[in-house]
């Protein structure tokens, strides 16, 4: 383990009560924790600071799928007053990592909309090369401003996730890789043991060549079929650590769901985090309020079973992408997100509408996650269901 991940291995999680967007407050919040986590002026005057959102689909903030505007304005204003030499908002969602595709979900997100006139919008599409000694991963591509960037500074949403089954601190950073290249890792590690690695890889990157924070936006976070077809739920909280796994953690069990998300495992495999919430020092309000979250369709007893008979029996009954014909505008954007090249558009009387051919197909339900209008639903097995 380097020393940067070390110093990371005990970082408390501020926590705060919040139930408004306010920017001066969040400005006091954040101002705050700062302070109490030791992340000063020092580490961030005369530097280049990359604000990394969540935006994951072209979706406005009142459905709780993205990182909120008003949020990451209050940030961006006290990066600037701490004398950062660039502010520089940047992410990758899904589809091309091209002007026209990144611009629209700008606007959509309303990120064109913030406030802070020393902070630009990311308008650099190119990418690096990079390598790590990781489990998974040893050569991958991450956008220039973030190769380019001395600080990162992870603005995540507290969300449920169809496939990690948490989506915060550790997951957003996925989206420091350009584009379809995503689409690209989902097809390398079908299993979600092995793209749970993965994102620990990655984020392990980030935090031994870059100075790190994450503040989680979980003031109104996702449940359900989340990370973009969920509901929001009010859960009035602001979570802030400089490990992005301690941060899950704590999130997690906001979340009622302790000990369910396989990249936690993996960290605190790697002796990155206690994997115990109560081993994690609390600051802010230090107390952790927890909420009952609708998970997603694809969670299940299952995921218990997946070493009896070499995980087939789990495999057989696991949940699978569906479309719903009756909401589906054949547009193509779950074909051109499938990673194994499932799913074919095919006209059908009249109308176009996506076809899921199963063969092949991964589960990894990147076609659910970024359709723009919520027409792939998750089919339980029939004996599932009962049992639920």
Request: hydrophobic residues 35%; aromatic residues 8%; glycine residues 8%.
């Given at each position: 383990?380097?020393?940067?991940?070390?110093?990371?291995?005990?970082?408390?999680?501020?926590?705060?009560?919040?139930?408004?967007?306010?920017?001066?407050?969040?400005?006091?919040?954040?101002?705050?924790?700062?302070?109490?986590?030791?992340?000063?002026?020092?580490?961030?005057?005369?530097?280049?600071?990359?604000?990394?959102?969540?935006?994951?689909?072209?979706?406005?903030?009142?459905?709780?799928?993205?990182?909120?505007?008003?949020?990451v304005e209050?940030?961006?204003?006290?990066?600037?007053?701490?004398?950062?030499?660039?502010?520089?908002?940047?992410?990758?969602?899904g589809?091309?990592?091209?002007?026209?595709?990144?611009?629209?979900?700008?606007?959509?997100?309303?990120?064109?909309?913030?406030?802070?006139?020393?902070m630009?919008?990311?308008?650099?599409?190119?990418w690096?090369?990079v390598?790590?000694?990781?489990?998974?991963?040893?050569?991958?591509?991450?956008?220039?401003?973030?190769?380019?960037?001395?600080?990162?500074?992870?603005?995540?949403k507290?969300?449920?996730?169809?496939?990690?089954?948490?989506?915060?601190?550790?997951?957003?950073?996925?989206?420091?890789?350009?584009?379809?290249?995503?689409?690209?890792?989902?097809?390398?590690?079908?299993?979600?043991?092995?793209?749970?690695?993965?994102?620990?890889?990655?984020?392990?990157?980030?935090?031994?060549?870059?100075?790190?924070?994450?503040?989680?936006?979980?003031?109104?976070?996702?449940?359900?079929?989340?990370?973009?077809?969920?509901?929001?739920?009010k859960?009035?909280?602001?979570?802030?650590?400089?490990?992005?796994?301690?941060?899950?953690?704590?999130?997690?069990?906001?979340?009622?769901?302790?000990?369910?998300?396989?990249?936690?495992?993996c960290?605190?495999?790697?002796?990155y985090?206690?994997?115990?919430?109560?081993?994690?020092?609390?600051?802010?309000?230090?107390?952790?309020?927890?909420?009952?979250?609708?998970?997603?369709?694809?969670?299940?007893?299952?995921?218990?079973?997946?070493?009896?008979?070499?995980?087939?029996?789990?495999?057989?009954?696991?949940?699978k992408?569906?479309?719903?014909?009756?909401?589906?505008?054949?547009?193509?954007?779950?074909?051109?997100?499938?990673p194994?090249?499932?799913?074919?558009?095919?006209?059908?009387?009249?109308?176009?509408?996506?076809?899921?051919?199963?063969?092949?197909?991964?589960?990894?339900?990147?076609?659910?996650?970024?359709?723009?209008?919520?027409?792939?639903?998750?089919?339980?097995?029939?004996?599932?269901?009962?049992?639920?």
């Amino acid at each position: 383990m380097t020393n940067m991940l070390n110093n990371i291995k005990n970082s408390p999680v501020y926590i705060r009560k919040c139930d408004t967007y306010s920017v001066d407050v969040l400005y006091g919040i954040f101002s705050d924790a700062f302070k109490k986590l030791g992340f000063t002026r020092e580490l961030i005057e005369g530097k280049n600071v990359l604000l990394k959102p969540n935006l994951v689909l072209a979706k406005k903030p009142e459905f709780g799928a993205t990182s909120h505007p008003l949020f990451v304005e209050a940030c961006a204003k006290l990066i600037c007053d701490m004398g950062a030499a660039s502010v520089t908002l940047a992410d990758s969602p899904g589809g091309p990592f091209v002007a026209a595709n990144i611009n629209n979900t700008y606007r959509a997100c309303e990120m064109t909309s913030i406030n802070c006139a020393k902070m630009k919008l990311n308008d650099d599409f190119t990418w690096q090369s990079v390598r790590v000694n990781g489990e998974k991963l040893k050569n991958f591509h991450v956008i220039s401003a973030v190769y380019n960037a001395d600080v990162i500074v992870d603005l995540c949403k507290l969300k449920t996730h169809s496939l990690t089954g948490l989506s915060g601190a550790t997951k957003n950073l996925f989206g420091i890789i350009p584009g379809v290249e995503k689409f690209e890792m989902h097809s390398t590690f079908p299993e979600v043991s092995d793209f749970s690695k993965m994102l620990v890889d990655l984020s392990s990157y980030v935090l031994e060549n870059k100075t790190f924070i994450a503040l989680c936006d979980a003031i109104i976070s996702m449940e359900g079929n989340g990370p973009t077809h969920g509901t929001p739920k009010k859960t009035d909280t602001v979570l802030i650590s400089r490990s992005p796994y301690a941060l899950d953690v704590v999130g997690e069990h906001l979340m009622k769901n302790d000990g369910n998300v396989k990249h936690l495992d993996c960290a605190s495999e790697r002796g990155y985090v206690s994997r115990n919430w109560e081993e994690i020092e609390l600051l802010g309000d230090c107390e952790i309020p927890q909420y009952d979250f609708v998970q997603p369709d694809t969670t299940s007893f299952l995921g218990n079973l997946s070493g009896f008979m070499g995980g087939r029996f789990a495999k057989l009954f696991e949940a699978k992408p569906a479309i719903n014909k009756k909401k589906c505008i054949g547009c193509g954007k779950c074909a051109e997100s499938c990673p194994r090249h499932t799913i074919t558009i095919d006209k059908k009387g009249k109308k176009k509408l996506a076809v899921i051919h199963r063969g092949d197909c991964i589960r990894c339900y990147c076609c659910q996650e970024l359709c723009p209008i919520g027409a792939v639903d998750v089919q339980q097995n029939i004996i599932i269901k009962l049992i639920h």
